[in-house]
């Protein structure tokens, strides 16, 4: 447990911040392909799909900002969470990409789960085990660049949930 309070916020929230960076980069350009697919070949169950992990997303990240209030109460709706859109993850990966992906579309899939799922893993750390200790001493850079990525992902996330 000491190991964890050793390091340093600005590493916490670098990989926090690099990964949502990434993560958002390529989940646009996975939303640009959805865009051209709607017209095609994405099917009302596929879409409800994307709908589901995008509603699971969005309160798991929500139980992990609250992490910083009270770590072992959100604990059993985090894993909640992360459990259900993982599920609804493999099932959009394997009902409905695997016989369609193009490789480079099968690429993009394989860098956002990465990616999330290492932010994920990096605010769940930070959150559950310091409640984010050292959070309100980073740099302001800091703070600008986490409107910048989780905007992004909120703008990506309007986009793909209206579609």
């Known amino acids: 447990m000491a190991s964890l309070y050793s390091v340093s916020p600005l590493v916490w929230a670098s990989g926090i911040l690099i990964s949502a960076t990434l993560f958002s980069a390529f989940w646009f350009l996975d939303a640009l392909t959805h865009k051209e697919l709607v017209k095609v070949d994405i099917t009302d169950r596929e879409l409800q799909t994307h709908r589901n992990i995008l509603a699971t997303s969005m309160l798991m990240e929500l139980s992990l900002v609250l992490m910083y209030f009270w770590s072992w109460e959100i604990l059993p709706l985090f894993l909640a969470f992360f459990i259900t859109r993982t599920a609804h ?24 789960w990465v990616t999330v799922l290492s932010k994920t893993g990096f605010m769940f750390m930070w959150g559950f085990f310091t409640n984010y200790a050292g959070i309100w001493e980073l740099p302001v850079f800091y703070y600008v660049w986490a409107v910048l990525a989780f905007g992004s992902m909120g703008l990506t996330s309007l986009a793909e949930w209206k579609r």
């Open 89 to 112: 993850e493999f099932i959009d990966e394997l009902h409905f990409h695997v016989g369609r992906c193009t490789p480079f579309e099968t690429t993009l899939h394989l860098v956002m």
